[in-house]
């Protein structure tokens, strides 16, 4: 029997526990805009997303080989989304590197945080809407 959760339903649910991590590490960067040699980290959304959504599902750690799952230091809290996936995190370079060495352009990783914001959105709306289609297709069913 087919399941009445299909695959558009769990790509939504993939795409905002992706969103979601993202928008933790975007943050992360803006609260370490003035750490020395803090370097700007983020998930390549459209690879992570493919990569959770095939079959054979998401890798355990971010840093394959560390043990890390994203993080610099074990006391660290690891970047997992809700459903366990931990997404691989990069380093990436804003072209705006200061004395410090730190990479942290603000006014770039609030750009970025609100595009994020606006996305993960539209996704939970999307999702929002096929529970809501099925929803009525159990409630008016039976009539």
């Keep these: 029997?087919?399941?009445?959760?299909?695959?558009?339903?769990?790509?939504?649910e993939n795409t905002l526990d992706l969103r979601a991590s993202r928008h933790r590490l975007l943050q992360s960067n803006i609260a370490n805009q003035e750490t020395p040699?803090?370097?700007?980290?983020?998930?390549?959304?459209?690879?992570?997303?493919?990569?959770?959504?095939?079959p054979a599902?998401?890798?355990?750690?971010?840093?394959?080989?560390?043990?890390m799952n994203g993080r610099t230091n074990s006391a660290h809290i690891p970047v997992i989304t809700e459903r366990g996936m931990?997404?691989?995190?990069?380093?990436?370079?804003?072209?705006i590197e200061g004395f410090d060495s730190n990479s942290v352009g603000v006014e770039g990783e609030m750009v970025k945080l609100s595009e994020n914001t606006l996305k993960y959105n539209i996704s939970?709306?999307?999702?929002?809407?096929?529970?809501?289609?099925?929803?009525?297709?159990?409630?008016?069913?039976?009539?």
Excluded: C, H, W
């Excluded at 040699?37 to 959504?53: C, H, M, P, T, W």
């Excluded at 931990?86 to 072209?95: D, F, K, L, N």
């Excluded at 999307?126 to 809501?132: A, C, S, T, Y």
């Design 57 to 67: 599902g998401a890798a355990p750690e971010a840093f394959p080989g560390t043990g």
């Design 37 to 54: 040699g803090y370097r700007a980290k983020d998930i390549n959304f459209e690879q992570e997303l493919k990569r959770v959504s095939s």
């Design 1 to 12: 029997m087919k399941s009445i959760f299909n695959s558009t339903i769990n790509l939504l």
């Design 86 to 95: 931990a997404p691989r995190v990069i380093e990436r370079s804003s072209g």
């Design 124 to 143: 939970a709306k999307m999702l929002k809407g096929r529970l809501n289609m099925i929803m009525t297709a159990i409630k008016e069913g039976g009539r």
